[in-house]
């Protein structure tokens, strides 16, 4: 058993490291980060952004006024990216749709950058319904 700062015993010494990944897994920021992470690490590979999809799902109905607005922002930001998606395809041919999916990256990008960074300022939305940037 080991000694703690208190004077109390630990069964294992590794308690210690398990407390604080559960403080940091019952944190109320954690969910909220971890779908804007999936999110960016959907620029690179797309499939982990279905992910986020379902986390903000599910997190959303539980979650506080102003988390919620996060989760609607990423919500509606992978269905207005899917709809901007299907537009430039369908408008490649007259060159409209070339524009469209070389801006569509850079609106993600910003997109989640203002939401993660609204997130860590713990400040809602104020749009998340938006197509632009909330």
């Known amino acids: 058993m080991a000694d703690t700062d208190d004077g109390n015993k630990r069964a294992f010494p590794g308690d210690d490291v398990m407390d604080e990944l559960s403080a940091v897994v019952t944190h109320p920021l954690s ?23 379902i986390v903000a799902y599910v997190a959303r109905g539980e979650a506080q006024p102003w988390l919620r607005a996060h989760y609607t922002f990423l919500i509606r930001t992978f269905w207005y990216g899917l709809l901007l998606v299907g537009v430039g395809l369908v408008t490649f041919i007259v060159g409209v749709g070339m524009f469209l999916l070389w801006v569509l990256p ?11 960074y609204l997130l860590e300022h713990r400040r809602a939305i104020d749009h998340p319904e938006s197509v632009l940037f909330g």
């Open 31 to 53: 969910v909220p980060r971890l779908t804007y992470i999936l999110y960016l690490v959907a620029t690179l590979t797309g499939f982990p952004m279905l992910i986020g999809l």
């Open 106 to 116: 850079l609106w993600y990008l910003i997109r989640i950058g203002r939401g993660w």
